[in-house]
């Protein structure tokens, strides 16, 4: 069975960091794209940013609205993918889901969601 | 970017009506179309990729159509566990870019 979980959301203040991690097993990590998408309370969803495999050297895209700020990583030995979210803004408060790609390209689709994990920033 | 426009915004409808939703792109896309059902405090899920390919262990009574910058959404027989806000998403370039969302209400 496939899972995602995302960890490590929370509380930060503007200007600030925080990681989140998303746990991955039931498919072969290694070779699937992995995308993060976020959706504000009440708001619709907006891509984050992906990560793609190996094979694809590990490529990264990112959002306009994050590019700069935020850093997709991955540790295939742990089956994890990471966002690194630095200079938090509040407008960056939203649930950030971690997504598995049906395969590694612009054209794949989320197949697979996390649960998501909240993320506010805030004062 | 791409920009995704759903209509409509929200429908209300009653157990086994035919509930259409469109989705129109800002510049065509081929068939590089999803579309995803999210229920309340849940994550999304796939319904249809590629315009009209039904995911796995979805009910036949989705549908998906359309093409270049055109796409329908269809609930042949709308049932209870349908009520729910559903997104198309257009996969055809970078940055990935989401329709505002349909919200299917009980009528």
């Known amino acids: 069975e496939v899972q995602l979980v995302e960890s490590g959301g929370g509380l930060v203040q503007p200007g600030g960091s925080l990681k989140l991690s998303c746990a991955a097993s039931?498919?072969?990590?290694?070779?699937?794209?992995m995308h993060w998408v976020r959706q504000a309370s009440g708001k619709g969803l907006e891509w984050v940013g992906r990560?793609?495999?190996?094979?694809?050297?590990?490529?990264?895209g990112y959002a306009a609205s994050v590019k700069g700020r935020f850093t997709i990583s991955r540790d295939d030995s742990k089956n994890m993918a990471y966002l690194q979210m630095n200079s938090l803004k509040t407008e960056d408060t939203a649930v950030y889901y971690c997504?598995?790609?049906?395969?590694?390209?612009?054209?794949?689709?989320?197949?697979?969601w996390g649960q998501g994990t909240l993320v506010t920033v805030s004062s | 970017d791409i920009q995704m426009t759903q209509s409509p915004s929200s429908v209300s409808a009653s157990v086994g009506d035919r509930v259409t939703i469109t989705c129109r792109a800002s510049q065509g896309i081929s068939s590089w179309l999803g579309w995803y059902q999210q229920k309340p405090g849940k994550a999304p899920k796939l319904l249809i990729y590629?315009?009209?390919s039904l995911q796995s262990g979805v009910p036949s009574r989705f549908s998906g159509s359309g093409s270049g910058t055109d796409f329908t959404l269809t609930i042949s027989s709308l049932q209870p566990e349908d009520f729910a806000t559903y997104y198309c998403q257009q996969a055809n370039s970078f940055p990935l870019t989401f329709g505002g969302g349909t919200k299917v209400e009980i009528k």
């Open positions: 039931g498919f072969t990590f290694s070779g699937s794209a």
């Open positions: 590629a315009a009209s």
């Open positions: 997504t598995r790609r049906t395969w590694d390209d612009s054209s794949g689709y989320s197949d697979y």
């Open positions: 990560i793609r495999s190996k094979a694809n050297s590990y490529a990264t």
